[in-house]
C-alpha cells in the first residue's frame, strides 16, 4: 500500500515537473524563430518602437505622396532615413539575411515587402552612389 | 427621442461653424491655394524649364546622355537595347537642301504645360507636379504604356527587367513606366539636373520659365527659341535654339 502511494507521488511530480519544464524550453529556444535585428547605428527613432511596429507603414505611404507629389524632401519620415539607421552592419543593406532589420521582421511576420521593388535597400554611403 | 434630439443639435452645430468659415475680405481662395508658407515644397508659382541652344550642342557628343545615366543609375538591359530604359538621346538632323547644314539636340521628356501622358493615364500616376515637372508615381503605375502610346516626343521608357543598383534618390523597378525627371531630386535641392551641369558647350540652359529675371526667361524673350510639335500645343517647358 505504502509502495503503491509512493509510486503515485512520484509519477504526480514527474507530471508537474514536465508540465512546468514544457513551456519553459519552448520559450527559450523559440518553436517560432524570433526576428534576430542588427543595425548599423542604433538610436533614438522618430517614434516609440511601439508606434514604428504598429504604424511605420502608414506613415511612409503618407509620406510617399507628399514627398513625390509635393516636392517634400526634408520630412521626418524618410524611406532612406529609415535604412541609413537601420542598415545592417554587415552589408549595409535592410535587405538580404534573416538579421537584416526589414526582411527580418517580415518574414517573422509573413508580410510581403514591395518598397524594394523600385527602392535601393542600402544606405546612401554604402550603395556607392552620390548622395 | 434624445437621439433625434442630439442629432439635431449636431446639425445646428455644424451649420454654425460652418458660418463662421469666411474668407477674409480681398483673400481669394486662389491666393490661399498657392500661397507656399513652406519652402520645402514645390511652388505654382514656378515653372522649370530647359532652353537647349542647337548652335552649340556638339555632332557627336553625347555627355548630357552619360551623366544623365550616371546620376539615374540606367544601365543597359541584357542584351536588348531596344528595351533599354532612355531618359535623353542626341538626335543628328541633316538639312537636305543647301549646304547639308547639320545640327545636333538632346530630345528628352518636354515637361509639357499640357501633358498627353497625365490625359491619357488610367490610374493618375502620370502627373504634373505644382512646379511644371511631369512624373511618374510608380507606386500606382500598372505598367499599361497608355502614356507611351501618348508621348508624341517618345520621351517614355518601359522596365522590362528587376533592377538592382539604384540611386537611393531614384527609385526605379521592373513593371512602370518611367521618362526623364527633370532630376527633380537634384532641383529640390537647388541643384540644376546632371545633363545641364555635364554640359561643357552650355548648350543646356536650366530655370524659371516664370520668373521674368531670370537667365531662361531673358534668353527666351530675347532670343528666337521653337517648341518641338509646336502644332500640337502642350506647351513645352523644353525649347530649342536654332532649329
Redesign the interface.
Known amino acids: 500500500m505504502l509502495r503503491r502511494a509512493v509510486t503515485f507521488l512520484a509519477f504526480i511530480t514527474l507530471a508537474m515537473l514536465a508540465a512546468l519544464a514544457t513551456p519553459a524550453a519552448f520559450a527559450e529556444s523559440g518553436r517560432v524563430p524570433k526576428p534576430v535585428i542588427d543595425i548599423a547605428n542604433p538610436g533614438q527613432c522618430i517614434a516609440s518602437p511601439e508606434v514604428m511596429r504598429r504604424t511605420h507603414m502608414d506613415l511612409l505611404k503618407h509620406q ?2 507628399k514627398t ?7 520630412a521626418k519620415i524618410s524611406l ?1 532615413g529609415c ?1 541609413d539607421c537601420h542598415a545592417s552592419k554587415n552589408n549595409g543593406s535592410v535587405l538580404g539575411t534573416k538579421e537584416n532589420f526589414c526582411q527580418s521582421c517580415h518574414t517573422y511576420a509573413a508580410v510581403k515587402l514591395d518598397c524594394f ?4 535597400p ?3 554611403k554604402i ?1 556607392g ?1 552620390k ?1 | 427621442m434624445s437621439t433625434d434630439t442630439s442629432r439635431r443639435a449636431f446639425i445646428a452645430a455644424s451649420a454654425g461653424a460652418a458660418g463662421f468659415v469666411a474668407l477674409a475680405p480681398g483673400v481669394k481662395l486662389m491666393d490661399l491655394a498657392q500661397a507656399n508658407a ?1 519652402p ?3 511652388s505654382g508659382k514656378v515653372r522649370w524649364g530647359m532652353l537647349i541652344d542647337t548652335t552649340k550642342c556638339a555632332t557627336g557628343c553625347s555627355d548630357c546622355v552619360t551623366a544623365c545615366a550616371k546620376e539615374n ?1 540606367i544601365e543597359p538591359g541584357s542584351g536588348r537595347p531596344s528595351q533599354s530604359s532612355q531618359w535623353i538621346r542626341k538626335i543628328e538632323l541633316k538639312e537636305k537642301t543647301g549646304g547639308h547644314r547639320e545640327l545636333s539636340l538632346p530630345m528628352l521628356c518636354q515637361h509639357c504645360a499640357n501633358p498627353p501622358c497625365v490625359d491619357v493615364c488610367p490610374t493618375g500616376a502620370s ?1 504634373k ?3 511644371g515637372i511631369v ?1 511618374v ?3 500606382i503605375c500598372i505598367g499599361c504604356r497608355y502614356c507611351m502610346m501618348a508621348c508624341p516626343y517618345q520621351a517614355r521608357s518601359f522596365v522590362h527587367e ?2 538592382h ?5 531614384v ?6 513606366v518611367e521618362s526623364c525627371t527633370l532630376c ?2 537634384r532641383v ?2 537647388g541643384q540644376t539636373p546632371a545633363c545641364v551641369e555635364s554640359c561643357t558647350h552650355q548648350a543646356m540652359l536650366f530655370g524659371d520659365l516664370n520668373n521674368p529675371d531670370g537667365e531662361i526667361a531673358r534668353r527666351i524673350n530675347t532670343v528666337t527659341s521653337s517648341q518641338v510639335r509646336a502644332d500640337l500645343r502642350l506647351d513645352p517647358g523644353v525649347r530649342y535654339q536654332g532649329i
Not at chain 2, 171 to 176: A, F
Open positions: 510617399r505622396d513625390l507629389r509635393e516636392g517634400e524632401r526634408h532612406n535604412i521593388e523600385c527602392h535601393q542600402k544606405a546612401a550603395a552612389v548622395p | 513652406d520645402d515644397v514645390a543609375a502627373f507636379r505644382a512646379d512624373l508615381d510608380r507606386h528587376p533592377l543598383n539604384q540611386n537611393p534618390e527609385p526605379r523597378g521592373q513593371g512602370c527633380v531630386h529640390d535641392k
